[in-house]
């Protein structure tokens, strides 16, 4: 037996991935045990959570990886900053503090904390443990895989051949050229948080028109071999927290504030940033298909991979689809950097020679129990009782228009709740999209929810979708006309949705097929089991913060219901 422990952290969203004889066991963000969002810092409650699920000591482990080189960023760091000398001037102490500290010694720490000799702690490149997220997640024994993100050590885009247990570098794009750093950038110029906003950027985007394009001609420039940014308009070097520089809005106009409430219905400068955000979507649609045509070129393989955080774009990956030329396409729920620690696991495993195995589903994280809900809800005075049928009492809840808080079974691997912590509803009228995002998750009004539908029922509500995508929402599809009355609180602006697909087999397939008899309509509103600023609940006494703080009418966890 081999057990590979994966560790991503020191940029944000740390995570562990377990990995026994090629099998993964548990996967896990650091974010989920310290309620932090995208929490960045050693993922040692992750790792430890992902051991206890193996019953395992770390004494036991074979390697434990990290999933990039840490000597390897810090030369790339102080190459930029001696290129950019003097600009960086003002810069360079902070990033050679934050270089010499934790980052350069993590495999010390990893060692000292896991108690794991160091000798077994080792590193892959962190495009490496993209594409090994991507490709040995995958069901193919032969695709092309794209990595595209801000920067790994010194590559912000890898164009990879994976061939059974190995995988190829065929083509690099290196920093400070980056579709990553190109949409963070426009992430802060729009006044949203980067590695937090740029979701927010995509479902902007539908609201505006791509009416800079000429601007935008001279920020990036796409061509068959990749693409180039105009670095005069980006300030990576000199001002991290924004990444642009005062060229750009004088390009574009000026940024919008964090903070400002949108108003985009009349408003000329919400009207402006809608518009920026459009632009800025096609323009990497157009980039991820020119890089899809070439890593096909390369490779000659008929089934596509794709990881980094920029593989998190839903729209994108749904164009993708239907115009990149592959007859198969995949993207593991979790492609950004909390994927790293999945891909170096696998990556390490594969280096062995271990068996592969398919990633069918993302519930990797840790369970709950109804006897230790009941107990909780008891002690602090809430109404609780226990539920003969999980499924009618949800259902029954449901379809009389209720809005739920729902948690099962083990939490998922990734940014997106797939049914295990939830808050679910019915798809319309469009006022319970308006309640979800005003009352209870109080959030910007642009932002859309996803629908979560039977598998088989699915083609009649929505157009053509990537089906291997769609049980992990990271794709989107056309609401069909014809049924987006039905679907009201679940079509966004342009008609789309970000569909996820479920197995009738399932808990929550189950739940769709009694509402469908119930309603006609075996479709639910999806959206995740959190605050505004919060990371998706994990355990008992995550959810029951929830609904004390946000007025969801009811809360059920495992067999218990909690009721007002």
Same mark, same amino acid.
């Given at each position: 037996m *081999?057990?590979?422990?994966?560790?991503?952290?020191?940029? #944000?969203?740390?995570?562990?991935?377990?990995?026994?004889?090629?099998?993964l066991?548990?996967?896990m963000q650091?974010?989920?045990?310290?309620?932090?969002?995208?929490?960045? #810092?050693?993922?040692?409650?992750?790792?430890?959570?992902?051991l206890?699920?193996?019953? /395992?000591?770390?004494?036991a482990?074979?390697?434990v990886?990290? &999933?990039?080189?840490?000597?390897?960023k810090?030369?790339?760091?102080?190459l930029?900053?001696?290129?950019?000398?003097?600009?960086s001037?003002?810069?360079?102490p902070?990033?050679?503090?934050?270089?010499? =500290?934790?980052k350069?010694?993590v495999?010390?720490?990893?060692s000292?904390?896991?108690?794991?000799?160091?000798?077994r702690?080792?590193?892959r490149?962190?495009h490496?443990? #993209?594409?090994?997220?991507?490709?040995?997640a995958?069901?193919?024994?032969?695709?092309?895989?794209?990595?595209?993100?801000?920067v790994?050590?010194e590559?912000?885009? @890898?164009?990879?051949?994976?061939?059974?247990?190995?995988?190829t570098?065929?083509?690099?794009?290196?920093?400070?050229? *980056? %579709?990553?750093?190109?949409?963070?950038?426009?992430?802060?110029?729009? @006044?949203?948080?980067?590695n937090?906003?740029? &979701?927010?950027?995509?479902g %902007?985007?539908?609201?505006?028109?791509? !009416?800079?394009?000429?601007? $935008?001609?001279?920020?990036i420039?796409?061509?068959?071999?990749? $693409?180039?940014?105009?670095l005069? &308009? $980006?300030?990576?070097?000199?001002?991290t927290?924004?990444?642009?520089s *005062?060229?750009l809005?004088?390009?574009?106009?000026? !940024?919008?504030m964090?903070?400002t409430?949108?108003?985009?219905?009349?408003?000329?400068e919400?009207?402006?940033?809608?518009?920026?955000?459009?632009?800025?979507?096609?323009?990497?649609?157009?980039?991820?298909?020119?890089?899809?045509a070439r890593v096909?070129?390369?490779?000659?393989?008929?089934?596509?991979c /794709?990881?980094?955080?920029v593989?998190?774009?839903?729209?994108?990956?749904?164009?993708?689809?239907?115009?990149? =030329?592959?007859e198969?396409?995949?993207?593991?729920?979790?492609?950004?950097?909390a994927?790293?620690?999945?891909?170096a696991? %696998?990556?390490?495993?594969?280096?062995?020679?271990?068996?592969?195995g398919?990633f069918?589903?993302?519930?990797?994280?840790?369970?709950? *129990?109804?006897?230790?809900?009941?107990?909780?809800?008891?002690? %602090? =005075?809430?109404?609780?009782?226990?539920?003969?049928?999980?499924?009618?009492?949800?259902?029954?809840?449901?379809?009389?228009?209720?809005?739920?808080?729902?948690?099962?079974g083990?939490?998922?691997?990734g940014? !997106?709740?797939?049914?295990?912590r939830?808050?679910?509803?019915l798809?319309?009228?469009?006022?319970?999209?308006?309640?979800?995002n005003?009352?209870?998750?109080r959030?910007?009004?642009?932002?859309?929810?996803?629908?979560?539908?039977?598998?088989?029922?699915?083609a009649?509500?929505?157009g053509?979708f990537?089906?291997?995508?769609?049980p992990?929402m990271?794709?989107?599809?056309?609401?069909?006309v014809?049924?987006?009355?039905?679907?009201a609180?679940?079509?966004?602006?342009?008609?789309?949705?970000?569909?996820?697909?479920?197995?009738?087999?399932?808990?929550?397939?189950e739940?769709?097929?009694?509402v469908?008899a119930?309603? @006609?309509?075996?479709?639910?509103?999806?959206t995740?089991?959190?605050?505004? @600023?919060?990371?998706?609940v994990?355990?008992?006494?995550?959810?029951?913060?929830?609904?004390?703080?946000?007025?969801?009418?009811?809360?059920?966890?495992?067999?218990?219901?909690?009721?007002?």
């Amino acid at each position: 037996m *081999s057990a590979i422990l994966g560790i991503s952290a020191n940029s #944000h969203d740390a995570a562990a991935a377990l990995v026994i004889d090629g099998q993964l066991i548990a996967a896990m963000q650091e974010e989920r045990f310290t309620r932090i969002k995208n929490d960045a #810092h050693l993922p040692l409650g992750a790792a430890r959570a992902c051991l206890a699920m193996a019953k /395992l000591d770390p004494r036991a482990l074979d390697e434990v990886v990290f &999933y990039e080189n840490p000597y390897g960023k810090l030369e790339r760091v102080l190459l930029s900053m001696l290129r950019t000398f003097p600009k960086s001037l003002r810069q360079f102490p902070r990033a050679l503090a934050s270089q010499l =500290g934790n980052k350069l010694w993590v495999l010390d720490a990893l060692s000292a904390k896991l108690g794991v000799d160091r000798a077994r702690v080792t590193f892959r490149d962190h495009h490496a443990s #993209h594409a090994a997220s991507a490709y040995f997640a995958s069901p193919f024994s032969r695709a092309a895989v794209l990595t595209v993100d801000a920067v790994g050590e010194e590559t912000s885009t @890898g164009l990879w051949l994976g061939e059974g247990n190995s995988l190829t570098c065929k083509a690099r794009i290196a920093f400070p050229h *980056s %579709l990553g750093l190109l949409y963070s950038a426009l992430t802060a110029y729009l @006044g949203f948080e980067v590695n937090e906003g740029e &979701y927010k950027v995509m479902g %902007l985007a539908a609201y505006g028109t791509p !009416r800079f394009r000429a601007e $935008f001609e001279r920020l990036i420039q796409v061509d068959d071999q990749g $693409f180039t940014l105009s670095l005069e &308009y $980006f300030d990576s070097h000199t001002n991290t927290e924004v990444g642009f520089s *005062s060229k750009l809005e004088a390009l574009l106009g000026p !940024r919008r504030m964090p903070g400002t409430p949108w108003r985009l219905d009349g408003n000329a400068e919400d009207a402006r940033a809608a518009d920026v955000a459009a632009t800025l979507q096609v323009v990497l649609e157009e980039a991820l298909l020119r890089l899809a045509a070439r890593v096909k070129a390369l490779t000659g393989a008929n089934a596509l991979c /794709l990881a980094g955080g920029v593989a998190l774009n839903a729209v994108a990956n749904a164009r993708l689809f239907r115009e990149a =030329g592959f007859e198969e396409f995949f993207v593991q729920p979790a492609a950004g950097d909390a994927g790293g620690a999945l891909g170096a696991a %696998l990556l390490a495993s594969a280096e062995r020679g271990e068996p592969r195995g398919t990633f069918t589903h993302a519930a990797w994280g840790t369970g709950v *129990s109804g006897d230790v809900a009941f107990g909780l809800a008891t002690a %602090l =005075g809430l109404k609780a009782s226990r539920l003969e049928s999980v499924v009618e009492g949800t259902v029954e809840r449901l379809v009389r228009g209720e809005v739920l808080a729902f948690v099962q079974g083990r939490f998922e691997w990734g940014p !997106r709740a797939l049914g295990h912590r939830s808050v679910l509803a019915l798809p319309a009228p469009v006022e319970v999209k308006e309640r979800i995002n005003r009352v209870i998750k109080r959030r910007e009004p642009f932002r859309p929810f996803a629908p979560m539908v039977l598998e088989g029922a699915a083609a009649a509500y929505f157009g053509a979708f990537a089906p291997r995508l769609a049980p992990f929402m990271t794709t989107v599809a056309e609401v069909r006309v014809e049924a987006r009355e039905k679907l009201a609180a679940v079509t966004h602006v342009d008609g789309s949705a970000r569909v996820q697909t479920v197995s009738a087999g399932s808990l929550c397939g189950e739940v769709l097929t009694r509402v469908g008899a119930e309603t @006609g309509v075996p479709v639910l509103l999806n959206t995740s089991l959190n605050g505004q @600023g919060e990371p998706i609940v994990a355990t008992e006494a995550d959810a029951v913060a929830f609904f004390l703080a946000h007025p969801v009418d009811a809360l059920i966890i495992a067999d218990v219901v909690i009721s007002r």
